[in-house]
Protein backbone atom coordinates (compact mmCIF):
# COMPACT_ATOMS: atom_id res chain seq x y z
CA UNK A 1 0.00 0.00 0.00
CA UNK A 2 1.58 3.11 -0.80
CA UNK A 3 1.95 5.55 1.65
CA UNK A 4 1.19 9.44 1.68
CA UNK A 5 4.54 11.56 1.88
CA UNK A 6 3.61 15.23 3.72
CA UNK A 7 6.35 16.81 2.48
CA UNK A 8 5.31 15.87 -1.44
CA UNK A 9 1.77 16.56 -0.47
CA UNK A 10 2.74 20.02 0.83
CA UNK A 11 5.06 20.50 -2.44
CA UNK A 12 2.60 20.00 -4.79
CA UNK A 13 -0.48 21.56 -2.75
CA UNK A 14 1.88 24.72 -2.69
CA UNK A 15 2.56 24.27 -6.74
CA UNK A 16 -0.85 24.25 -7.12
CA UNK A 17 -1.70 27.61 -5.37
CA UNK A 18 1.45 29.14 -7.50
CA UNK A 19 0.16 28.02 -10.68
CA UNK A 20 -3.85 29.89 -10.09
CA UNK A 21 -1.44 32.81 -9.15
CA UNK A 22 -0.11 32.59 -12.80
CA UNK A 23 -3.44 33.04 -14.11
CA UNK A 24 -3.45 36.37 -12.04
CA UNK A 25 -0.67 37.52 -13.74
CA UNK A 26 -1.34 36.49 -16.91
CA UNK A 27 -4.91 38.94 -16.44
CA UNK A 28 -2.39 41.82 -15.35
CA UNK A 29 0.29 40.92 -18.12
CA UNK A 30 -2.84 40.73 -20.91
CA UNK A 31 -4.20 43.54 -19.44
CA UNK A 32 -1.59 45.60 -19.56
CA UNK A 33 -0.73 45.30 -23.16
CA UNK A 34 -4.36 46.18 -24.59
CA UNK A 35 -5.67 49.79 -24.59
CA UNK A 36 -7.47 51.45 -21.43
CA UNK A 37 -10.80 50.53 -23.01
CA UNK A 38 -10.37 47.12 -23.36
CA UNK A 39 -8.36 46.61 -19.81
CA UNK A 40 -11.09 45.04 -17.65
CA UNK A 41 -12.95 42.87 -20.50
CA UNK A 42 -9.40 41.74 -21.06
CA UNK A 43 -8.64 40.55 -17.91
CA UNK A 44 -11.97 38.96 -17.41
CA UNK A 45 -10.88 36.39 -19.85
CA UNK A 46 -8.17 35.34 -17.28
CA UNK A 47 -10.37 35.67 -14.71
CA UNK A 48 -13.61 33.96 -15.74
CA UNK A 49 -11.69 30.85 -16.58
CA UNK A 50 -10.63 30.43 -12.76
CA UNK A 51 -14.42 30.20 -12.03
CA UNK A 52 -16.26 27.96 -15.25
CA UNK A 53 -12.89 25.42 -15.66
CA UNK A 54 -12.83 24.85 -12.00
CA UNK A 55 -16.50 23.57 -12.02
CA UNK A 56 -16.26 21.99 -15.84
CA UNK A 57 -13.31 19.91 -13.92
CA UNK A 58 -14.81 19.03 -11.21
CA UNK A 59 -17.77 18.11 -13.37
CA UNK A 60 -16.69 16.18 -16.62
CA UNK A 61 -13.12 17.61 -17.40
CA UNK A 62 -10.72 15.93 -15.05
CA UNK A 63 -12.48 12.20 -15.73
CA UNK A 64 -12.20 12.84 -19.16
CA UNK A 65 -8.22 13.89 -18.43
CA UNK A 66 -7.14 10.98 -16.30
CA UNK A 67 -9.53 8.60 -15.46
CA UNK A 68 -8.12 5.22 -16.73
CA UNK A 69 -9.94 4.68 -19.76
CA UNK A 70 -8.72 4.26 -23.50
CA UNK A 71 -5.91 5.40 -24.89
CA UNK A 72 -7.97 8.31 -26.59
CA UNK A 73 -9.91 9.37 -23.61
CA UNK A 74 -9.99 8.75 -20.11
CA UNK A 75 -14.13 8.15 -20.17
CA UNK A 76 -16.43 8.99 -17.65
CA UNK A 77 -15.66 7.03 -14.93
CA UNK A 78 -14.71 10.28 -12.51
CA UNK A 79 -17.88 12.29 -13.46
CA UNK A 80 -18.04 14.89 -10.35
CA UNK A 81 -15.18 13.66 -8.58
CA UNK A 82 -16.85 10.40 -8.11
CA UNK A 83 -13.86 7.90 -6.94
CA UNK A 84 -11.40 10.77 -6.80
CA UNK A 85 -10.37 10.29 -3.39
CA UNK A 86 -7.53 10.64 -0.61
CA UNK A 87 -5.55 8.00 -1.55
CA UNK A 88 -2.86 7.79 -4.08
CA UNK A 89 -2.92 6.67 -7.62
CA UNK A 90 0.08 4.61 -9.06
CA UNK A 91 -0.28 5.79 -12.13
CA UNK A 92 0.17 9.56 -11.45
CA UNK A 93 1.85 9.70 -8.08
CA UNK A 94 2.27 7.10 -5.31
CA UNK A 95 2.72 9.73 -2.33
CA UNK A 96 0.34 12.62 -2.73
CA UNK A 97 -4.04 12.29 -2.49
CA UNK A 98 -5.31 11.65 -5.91
CA UNK A 99 -7.35 14.85 -5.01
CA UNK A 100 -4.13 16.96 -4.79
CA UNK A 101 -3.10 15.70 -7.87
CA UNK A 102 -6.57 16.74 -9.39
CA UNK A 103 -6.28 20.32 -8.23
CA UNK A 104 -3.07 20.87 -9.29
CA UNK A 105 -3.81 19.44 -12.76
CA UNK A 106 -6.93 21.86 -12.81
CA UNK A 107 -5.12 25.05 -12.80
CA UNK A 108 -3.07 23.86 -15.90
CA UNK A 109 -6.43 23.27 -17.31
CA UNK A 110 -7.42 26.94 -16.41
CA UNK A 111 -4.51 29.16 -17.61
CA UNK A 112 -4.05 26.93 -20.98
CA UNK A 113 -7.93 28.48 -22.91
CA UNK A 114 -7.27 32.10 -20.61
CA UNK A 115 -4.14 32.14 -22.64
CA UNK A 116 -5.66 31.87 -26.25
CA UNK A 117 -7.80 35.07 -24.76
CA UNK A 118 -4.60 37.18 -25.85
CA UNK A 119 -5.35 36.42 -29.98
CA UNK A 120 -8.95 37.70 -29.88
CA UNK A 121 -8.95 40.92 -27.03
CA UNK A 122 -10.77 43.67 -27.86
CA UNK A 123 -13.02 42.09 -30.58
CA UNK A 124 -14.82 39.63 -29.00
CA UNK A 125 -17.90 39.18 -26.81
CA UNK A 126 -17.51 37.84 -23.55
CA UNK A 127 -20.65 35.69 -23.48
CA UNK A 128 -19.19 34.23 -26.76
CA UNK A 129 -15.69 33.70 -25.42
CA UNK A 130 -17.48 31.79 -22.39
CA UNK A 131 -19.31 29.33 -24.47
CA UNK A 132 -16.04 29.03 -26.66
CA UNK A 133 -13.50 28.61 -23.43
CA UNK A 134 -16.23 25.70 -21.73
CA UNK A 135 -16.39 23.82 -25.57
CA UNK A 136 -12.47 23.90 -25.98
CA UNK A 137 -12.02 23.01 -22.53
CA UNK A 138 -13.62 19.66 -22.93
CA UNK A 139 -13.42 19.13 -26.34
CA UNK A 140 -9.70 19.87 -26.57
CA UNK A 141 -7.47 20.79 -24.03
CA UNK A 142 -9.28 17.36 -21.91
CA UNK A 143 -8.10 14.60 -24.33
CA UNK A 144 -4.90 16.33 -25.33
CA UNK A 145 -4.43 15.76 -21.74
CA UNK A 146 -4.97 12.03 -21.63
CA UNK A 147 -3.21 11.50 -25.01
CA UNK A 148 -0.09 13.04 -23.24
CA UNK A 149 -0.26 12.66 -19.36
CA UNK A 150 -3.18 10.36 -18.76
CA UNK A 151 -2.80 6.35 -17.70
CA UNK A 152 -2.49 4.43 -21.16
CA UNK A 153 -2.44 7.71 -23.32
CA UNK A 154 -1.65 6.93 -26.57
CA UNK A 155 1.60 9.50 -26.52
CA UNK A 156 2.61 8.37 -23.53
CA UNK A 157 2.78 4.94 -24.85
CA UNK A 158 4.48 5.89 -27.52
CA UNK A 159 7.70 7.81 -25.03
CA UNK A 160 6.14 11.64 -25.59
CA UNK A 161 7.97 13.39 -23.46
CA UNK A 162 5.93 16.99 -21.79
CA UNK A 163 7.43 17.73 -18.64
CA UNK A 164 4.80 20.38 -17.49
CA UNK A 165 2.73 21.05 -21.08
CA UNK A 166 4.33 22.26 -24.06
CA UNK A 167 2.35 20.20 -25.98
CA UNK A 168 -1.02 20.27 -23.74
CA UNK A 169 -0.63 23.87 -22.55
CA UNK A 170 1.42 25.99 -25.00
CA UNK A 171 1.19 24.16 -28.23
CA UNK A 172 -2.75 23.80 -28.02
CA UNK A 173 -3.10 27.35 -26.84
CA UNK A 174 -1.29 28.82 -29.58
CA UNK A 175 -2.75 26.91 -32.63
CA UNK A 176 -5.87 27.78 -31.00
CA UNK A 177 -5.12 31.36 -30.95
CA UNK A 178 -3.90 31.34 -34.51
CA UNK A 179 -7.42 29.44 -35.22
CA UNK A 180 -9.14 31.43 -33.61
CA UNK A 181 -7.86 34.88 -34.62
CA UNK A 182 -8.13 34.23 -38.16
CA UNK A 183 -11.58 32.88 -38.34
CA UNK A 184 -12.76 36.30 -35.82
CA UNK A 185 -10.68 38.59 -38.26
CA UNK A 186 -9.26 41.60 -36.91
CA UNK A 187 -10.10 44.47 -35.20
CA UNK A 188 -11.88 47.50 -36.77
CA UNK A 189 -8.97 50.05 -36.50
CA UNK A 190 -6.67 47.69 -36.97
CA UNK A 191 -3.01 49.11 -38.65
CA UNK A 192 -4.79 52.03 -38.97
CA UNK A 193 -4.55 53.74 -35.64
CA UNK A 194 -1.70 52.90 -33.01
CA UNK A 195 -2.56 50.24 -31.09
CA UNK A 196 0.23 50.18 -28.02
CA UNK A 197 0.12 48.79 -24.34
CA UNK A 198 -1.72 51.16 -22.16
CA UNK A 199 0.00 50.42 -18.86
CA UNK A 200 4.00 48.96 -18.95
CA UNK A 201 3.86 48.63 -14.95
CA UNK A 202 1.40 46.29 -15.48
CA UNK A 203 2.67 44.11 -18.28
CA UNK A 204 5.97 44.06 -15.81
CA UNK A 205 4.29 43.32 -12.77
CA UNK A 206 2.23 40.23 -14.76
CA UNK A 207 5.06 38.74 -16.33
CA UNK A 208 6.70 38.69 -12.22
CA UNK A 209 4.09 36.95 -11.59
CA UNK A 210 4.30 34.54 -14.30
CA UNK A 211 7.65 33.89 -13.52
CA UNK A 212 7.10 33.49 -9.78
CA UNK A 213 4.23 31.07 -10.36
CA UNK A 214 5.84 28.81 -13.07
CA UNK A 215 7.90 27.56 -10.65
CA UNK A 216 4.94 25.56 -9.15
CA UNK A 217 4.24 25.24 -12.60
CA UNK A 218 7.56 23.18 -13.91
CA UNK A 219 8.68 22.51 -10.25
CA UNK A 220 5.51 21.03 -9.36
CA UNK A 221 5.32 18.41 -12.29
CA UNK A 222 7.82 16.30 -10.69
CA UNK A 223 4.66 15.69 -7.85
CA UNK A 224 7.36 15.13 -4.96
CA UNK A 225 9.86 17.49 -3.21
CA UNK A 226 12.66 15.91 -4.60
CA UNK A 227 16.02 16.26 -6.60
CA UNK A 228 13.85 16.14 -9.97
CA UNK A 229 11.72 19.28 -8.41
CA UNK A 230 15.04 21.15 -7.74
CA UNK A 231 16.54 20.48 -11.21
CA UNK A 232 12.86 21.68 -12.86
CA UNK A 233 13.30 24.75 -10.63
CA UNK A 234 16.76 25.16 -11.45
CA UNK A 235 16.37 24.80 -15.23
CA UNK A 236 12.63 27.04 -15.49
CA UNK A 237 14.79 30.32 -14.00
CA UNK A 238 17.81 29.59 -15.80
CA UNK A 239 16.24 29.21 -19.58
CA UNK A 240 13.48 32.67 -18.48
CA UNK A 241 16.84 34.37 -17.43
CA UNK A 242 18.47 33.28 -20.75
CA UNK A 243 15.67 34.52 -23.23
CA UNK A 244 15.23 37.93 -21.44
CA UNK A 245 18.97 38.81 -21.94
CA UNK A 246 18.46 36.80 -25.46
CA UNK A 247 15.60 39.09 -26.07
CA UNK A 248 17.24 42.11 -24.85
CA UNK A 249 20.11 41.92 -26.40
CA UNK A 250 17.70 41.39 -30.10
CA UNK A 251 15.70 44.89 -29.68
CA UNK A 252 19.03 46.47 -28.56
CA UNK A 253 20.49 45.55 -32.00
CA UNK A 254 17.23 46.10 -34.02
CA UNK A 255 16.09 49.25 -32.69
CA UNK A 256 18.64 50.58 -30.40
CA UNK A 257 16.15 50.34 -27.76
CA UNK A 258 16.28 47.55 -24.69
CA UNK A 259 11.82 47.50 -24.09
CA UNK A 260 10.71 46.98 -20.59
CA UNK A 261 7.52 44.87 -23.06
CA UNK A 262 10.28 43.11 -24.55
CA UNK A 263 11.85 41.85 -21.85
CA UNK A 264 8.88 40.97 -19.86
CA UNK A 265 8.15 38.69 -23.13
CA UNK A 266 11.26 37.56 -23.47
CA UNK A 267 11.09 36.31 -19.98
CA UNK A 268 7.65 34.10 -20.79
CA UNK A 269 9.01 32.83 -23.88
CA UNK A 270 11.78 31.28 -22.37
CA UNK A 271 9.47 29.62 -19.45
CA UNK A 272 7.53 28.29 -22.36
CA UNK A 273 10.28 26.72 -24.33
CA UNK A 274 11.56 24.95 -21.01
CA UNK A 275 8.21 23.90 -19.84
CA UNK A 276 8.43 20.31 -21.61
CA UNK A 277 12.05 19.89 -21.33
CA UNK A 278 12.18 20.96 -17.37
CA UNK A 279 12.76 17.60 -16.27
CA UNK A 280 14.72 16.13 -18.53
CA UNK A 281 17.57 17.99 -19.86
CA UNK A 282 21.03 19.52 -17.80
CA UNK A 283 20.98 22.91 -16.62
CA UNK A 284 23.37 23.53 -19.23
CA UNK A 285 21.09 22.81 -21.62
CA UNK A 286 18.50 24.51 -20.49
CA UNK A 287 20.88 27.96 -21.71
CA UNK A 288 20.57 26.93 -24.72
CA UNK A 289 16.48 26.15 -24.87
CA UNK A 290 16.06 29.58 -23.67
CA UNK A 291 17.89 31.36 -26.42
CA UNK A 292 16.88 29.64 -29.10
CA UNK A 293 13.08 30.00 -28.08
CA UNK A 294 13.71 33.49 -27.73
CA UNK A 295 15.43 33.85 -31.44
CA UNK A 296 11.93 31.85 -32.91
CA UNK A 297 9.56 33.52 -31.18
CA UNK A 298 11.36 37.08 -31.60
CA UNK A 299 11.47 36.51 -35.46
CA UNK A 300 8.11 35.14 -35.81
CA UNK A 301 7.18 38.11 -33.88
CA UNK A 302 8.66 40.64 -36.69
CA UNK A 303 7.26 38.44 -39.53
CA UNK A 304 3.40 38.32 -38.18
CA UNK A 305 3.95 42.30 -37.96
CA UNK A 306 4.52 42.52 -41.86
CA UNK A 307 0.66 40.56 -42.30
CA UNK A 308 -2.64 41.35 -42.19
CA UNK A 309 -3.05 38.82 -39.12
CA UNK A 310 -4.47 40.44 -35.98
CA UNK A 311 -3.01 38.03 -33.09
CA UNK A 312 -3.21 40.68 -30.84
CA UNK A 313 -0.83 39.96 -27.88
CA UNK A 314 1.00 37.60 -30.50
CA UNK A 315 0.03 34.65 -28.96
CA UNK A 316 0.93 32.00 -31.65
CA UNK A 317 4.74 33.37 -31.81
CA UNK A 318 5.04 33.69 -28.38
CA UNK A 319 3.46 30.08 -26.82
CA UNK A 320 2.56 27.95 -30.16
CA UNK A 321 5.94 28.42 -31.87
CA UNK A 322 8.16 28.81 -28.28
CA UNK A 323 6.39 25.33 -27.13
CA UNK A 324 7.03 23.53 -30.67
CA UNK A 325 10.51 24.80 -29.96
CA UNK A 326 10.85 23.30 -26.31
CA UNK A 327 9.14 20.13 -27.51
CA UNK A 328 11.41 19.61 -29.96
CA UNK A 329 14.48 20.73 -28.44
CA UNK A 330 13.41 18.08 -25.30
CA UNK A 331 13.98 15.77 -28.22
CA UNK A 332 17.50 16.70 -28.47
CA UNK A 333 18.92 17.49 -25.42
CA UNK A 334 17.14 14.86 -22.69
CA UNK A 335 19.12 12.31 -21.23
CA UNK A 336 19.10 9.91 -18.66
CA UNK A 337 21.19 11.37 -16.75
CA UNK A 338 19.12 14.32 -15.50
CA UNK A 339 16.33 12.28 -14.58
CA UNK A 340 16.35 8.20 -15.24
CA UNK A 341 12.69 7.82 -15.12
CA UNK A 342 12.91 10.25 -18.66
CA UNK A 343 14.36 9.55 -22.01
CA UNK A 344 17.47 9.98 -23.73
CA UNK A 345 17.42 12.81 -26.83
CA UNK A 346 19.44 13.02 -30.14
CA UNK A 347 22.53 14.32 -28.24
CA UNK A 348 22.37 11.09 -25.50
CA UNK A 349 22.88 8.87 -29.08
CA UNK A 350 18.72 8.31 -29.63
CA UNK A 351 17.88 9.87 -32.68
CA UNK A 352 14.27 7.97 -32.60
CA UNK A 353 13.09 10.69 -29.57
CA UNK A 354 12.89 13.33 -32.49
CA UNK A 355 10.17 11.28 -34.37
CA UNK A 356 8.47 10.87 -30.96
CA UNK A 357 8.67 14.61 -30.29
CA UNK A 358 7.12 15.40 -33.64
CA UNK A 359 4.67 12.86 -33.82
CA UNK A 360 2.96 14.66 -30.09
CA UNK A 361 3.66 18.32 -31.71
CA UNK A 362 1.76 17.29 -35.17
CA UNK A 363 -1.09 15.37 -32.90
CA UNK A 364 -1.65 18.53 -30.26
CA UNK A 365 -1.32 20.71 -33.89
CA UNK A 366 -4.08 18.72 -35.85
CA UNK A 367 -6.44 18.55 -32.39
CA UNK A 368 -6.16 21.76 -31.06
CA UNK A 369 -6.49 23.20 -34.81
CA UNK A 370 -9.38 21.21 -35.90
CA UNK A 371 -10.91 21.92 -32.42
CA UNK A 372 -10.74 25.26 -32.18
CA UNK A 373 -12.23 25.74 -35.85
CA UNK A 374 -14.86 23.64 -35.59
CA UNK A 375 -16.23 25.29 -32.06
CA UNK A 376 -15.17 28.55 -33.00
CA UNK A 377 -18.04 28.46 -36.44
CA UNK A 378 -20.21 26.94 -33.83
CA UNK A 379 -19.82 29.97 -31.59
CA UNK A 380 -20.16 32.67 -34.66
CA UNK A 381 -23.04 31.01 -36.15
CA UNK A 382 -25.08 30.69 -32.81
CA UNK A 383 -24.08 33.75 -30.43
CA UNK A 384 -22.27 36.17 -32.92
CA UNK A 385 -18.96 35.76 -31.60
CA UNK A 386 -17.49 39.38 -32.86
CA UNK A 387 -18.41 42.47 -31.35
CA UNK A 388 -20.08 44.98 -33.45
CA UNK A 389 -17.72 48.17 -34.55
CA UNK A 390 -19.77 50.64 -32.40
CA UNK A 391 -18.34 48.56 -29.39
CA UNK A 392 -15.09 48.23 -30.76
CA UNK A 393 -14.63 51.20 -31.00
CA UNK A 394 -16.15 52.52 -27.56
CA UNK A 395 -14.31 49.70 -26.28
CA UNK A 396 -15.27 46.47 -24.56
CA UNK A 397 -15.25 47.09 -21.18
CA UNK A 398 -18.46 49.44 -21.06
CA UNK A 399 -20.44 47.47 -23.54
CA UNK A 400 -19.48 43.97 -22.34
CA UNK A 401 -18.95 44.65 -18.72
CA UNK A 402 -20.97 48.24 -17.82
CA UNK A 403 -17.54 49.18 -16.22
CA UNK A 404 -14.62 51.51 -16.53
CA UNK A 405 -11.02 50.25 -15.84
CA UNK A 406 -10.26 54.07 -15.06
CA UNK A 407 -12.95 56.73 -14.26
CA UNK A 408 -14.03 59.07 -16.80
CA UNK A 409 -11.99 57.02 -19.70
CA UNK A 410 -14.58 56.43 -21.57
CA UNK A 411 -16.19 60.54 -21.12
CA UNK A 412 -18.73 59.14 -18.52
CA UNK A 413 -19.11 61.37 -16.08
CA UNK A 414 -19.96 62.15 -12.45
CA UNK A 415 -22.27 64.96 -11.48
CA UNK A 416 -21.85 68.24 -13.52
CA UNK A 417 -18.62 67.71 -15.09
CA UNK A 418 -16.53 67.57 -18.33
CA UNK A 419 -14.01 64.10 -18.84
CA UNK A 420 -11.24 65.56 -20.82
CA UNK A 421 -9.77 61.35 -20.96
CA UNK A 422 -7.60 59.46 -18.57
CA UNK A 423 -9.84 59.97 -15.63
CA UNK A 424 -9.28 63.69 -15.37
CA UNK A 425 -13.16 65.33 -14.42
CA UNK A 426 -13.19 69.03 -14.93
CA UNK A 427 -15.83 70.99 -13.31
CA UNK A 428 -18.61 72.12 -15.56
CA UNK A 429 -20.30 74.02 -13.13
CA UNK A 430 -19.09 78.43 -12.47
CA UNK A 431 -17.61 78.41 -8.69
CA UNK A 432 -19.45 80.40 -6.40
CA UNK A 433 -18.34 84.27 -6.55
CA UNK A 434 -17.23 83.80 -2.26
CA UNK A 435 -14.69 81.47 -3.25
CA UNK A 436 -13.37 83.35 -5.82
CA UNK A 437 -12.75 86.55 -4.04
CA UNK A 438 -11.92 84.05 -0.97
CA UNK A 439 -9.02 82.47 -3.65
CA UNK A 440 -7.61 86.02 -4.93
Known sequence: ????????????????ALVMVMTVGLAFFYGGLVRPKNALNTMMMSVVALGLISVQWVLVGYSIAFAHG????GGLAW??????GLEPDPAYAATIPLQAHAMFQLMFAIITPALISGAIVERMRFRAYVVFILLWATFVYDPLAHWVWGAGGWLQKLGALDFAGGTVVHISAGVSALVAARMLGPRKDFKRTPIVPHSVPLVLLGAGLLWFGWFGFNAGSALAANGL?????????????????????????????ATAVGGATGLVVGLVGITPAAGYI?????LAVGALAALVSYTAIQIRATTRLDDSLDVFSCH??????????????ATKLANPAGGDGWLAGNFAQMGVQLTAVLAAVVLAGAGTAVIMALVQATLGAKADVRDQLSGLDLSEHGEEAYFGEQGATAGPGVSLGQGVIVSAMPPEPAKVAAAG
Open 1 to 16: MNTISAGDTAWVLTST
Open 70 to 73: TPWW
Open 79 to 84: LGFKGV
Open 229 to 257: AALAFTNTNTAAATALVVWVCLDLLRTGK
Open 282 to 286: TVAAS
Open 320 to 333: GLAGVAGALLTGVF
